[in-house]
């Protein structure tokens, strides 16, 4: 059940519709709930989230899991703490307070009825610092214990690998696997007869040590990364400064004097510039072209989405920028910025992999928009180990990226048998999860 009816609601009823999951949407909007409804295998109801009465009758007494998302962070916990009472299997509760996630807090939280919280600005900060340590990808993740690797990065005009079909590049290098395009905002399980084009997102999966010749590959230059500079002075920067101060100097610009004072008070080793981040003159004076990331947080996402490319004009060499409103996120990773965040997606997702850890035997990875990457395990007898993969007529919504075995990362290619009790990384569309898992299953 979630209880709610924002982005971050209809985004996760969005996702779990796809996964045989009886999802119920609660919510005060009924136009939205009405076209959910129509549009997607969910079930809606008007009620409020606090009322004990309208929980019942929507059935939070049988969840096994309650998810209070909407706007706020009192709704939510108070909701959450209603469904547990009322028979919830497990809660989770959206909040807004970093200080609720304290070891202390967390556990006072659970005696209420509040299994799991979620803070959509820590989870937007720590994707902005894995953007910044990982300066030559859009985004980069470990799987496995860091055995394996996930870089996702553009194609740019001119990269070596435009235009070349996987089939050329697997003969090329064997260092590397695509797994995934991301192509005009359609995700794309590719074969050997695809080739990379000009702005594809793609999902490569690396052994450690080998990631960095993706960069040139993908026609990306790299650049050290001394100064990390954020415009806007809210939640998030507040959450991002204590991340990245032990590693880079941190220089905060933002128009609002007394949020200005409020952010150094907290934050004593930056530099806070009272001026306005999308003024070019200021960048400049700011030393914008001195190894420099900039990072993008203002309230509006339009402010975000400008002054990124501004930045990346004048030569800063990695931008980040937070756009809020889901429906320019797709635009916006076409436009010339690194890395686009967004708190719902981000949030959505992460709510996402807590749900499928409850029933998957595997554990979960990663939730990208539509599709998805999970380690699952070989069974003895599994139909994945009978024949070397290009024997085994896989579906073409998924591709097997990688595997684990004795504890050592290793690519796959069509040749690869897997063998009974590998840790395989499938990629997959978004809804055939269940499907792929039967596969691994004796």
Aim: hydrophobic share 40%.
């Amino acid at each position: 059940m979630i209880a709610g009816n924002g982005d971050t609601a209809i985004h996760l009823a969005k996702m779990l519709s796809r996964e045989d999951q009886e999802v119920v949407v609660m919510g005060t909007d009924a136009g939205i709930l009405s076209e959910l409804d129509a549009n997607y295998n969910v079930f809606t109801t008007i009620g409020k989230a606090i009322s004990v009465s309208d929980q019942k009758r929507a059935g939070s007494q049988e969840c096994d899991l309650f998810i209070a998302v909407t706007p706020f962070e009192n709704h939510n916990i108070v909701s959450a703490e209603i469904a547990k009472w009322l028979g919830a299997a497990t809660t989770l509760a959206r909040i807004d307070n970093p200080d609720l996630l304290e070891p202390a807090a967390e556990a006072h939280f659970r005696t209420l009825g509040i299994d799991k919280m979620v803070y959509p600005e820590y989870l937007a900060a720590k994707e902005t610092v894995s953007a910044i340590d990982n300066k030559w990808t859009d985004s980069h993740y470990t799987l496995s214990g860091g055995q394996l690797e996930i870089c996702v990065l553009r194609v740019r005009e001119g990269a070596p690998i435009e235009g070349m079909t996987l089939a050329r590049f697997g003969g090329m290098t064997k260092k590397y696997h695509a797994s995934l395009i991301k192509r005009n905002g359609e995700a794309i399980i590719p074969r050997g007869s695809h080739s990379f084009e000009r702005n594809d997102m793609v999902c490569f999966t690396s052994l450690p040590g080998e990631e960095a010749e993706l960069a040139r590959l993908c026609g990306k230059e790299t650049h050290k990364v001394k100064t990390v500079m954020i415009a806007g002075s809210g939640k998030i920067t507040d959450t991002l400064c204590p991340l990245l101060m032990d590693k880079y100097s941190v220089k905060v610009i933002d128009t609002d004097r007394e949020r200005c004072r409020r952010i150094l008070e907290r934050n004593p080793g930056i530099t806070v510039v009272n001026a306005d981040p999308r003024d070019i003159d200021v960048l400049r004076e700011e030393g914008i072209r001195d190894s420099c990331a900039f990072v993008a947080v203002m309230d509006l996402s339009e402010a975000n989405i400008v002054s990124a490319m501004v930045a990346k004009h004048l030569g800063a060499v990695k931008t980040v920028a937070q756009i809020e409103d889901i429906q320019y996120f797709d635009e916006a990773r076409s436009l010339d910025i690194d890395t686009v965040i967004n708190k719902k997606l981000l949030t959505s997702s992460r709510i996402y992999q807590l749900l499928l850890d409850s029933y998957l035997d595997s554990p979960r990875c990663l939730a990208f928009e539509d599709s998805e990457v999970a380690e699952i395990v070989a069974c003895d007898s599994a139909h994945i180990t009978r024949s070397a993969v290009r024997d085994l007529k896989l579906s073409s919504d998924m591709t097997i990226a990688g595997l684990i075995r004795d504890g050592r990362g290793m690519l796959v290619d069509g040749d690869t048998h897997i063998l009974p009790g590998d840790n395989v990384v499938v990629f997959c569309m978004r809804g055939s999860l269940k499907k792929v898992e039967k596969l691994f299953r004796s």
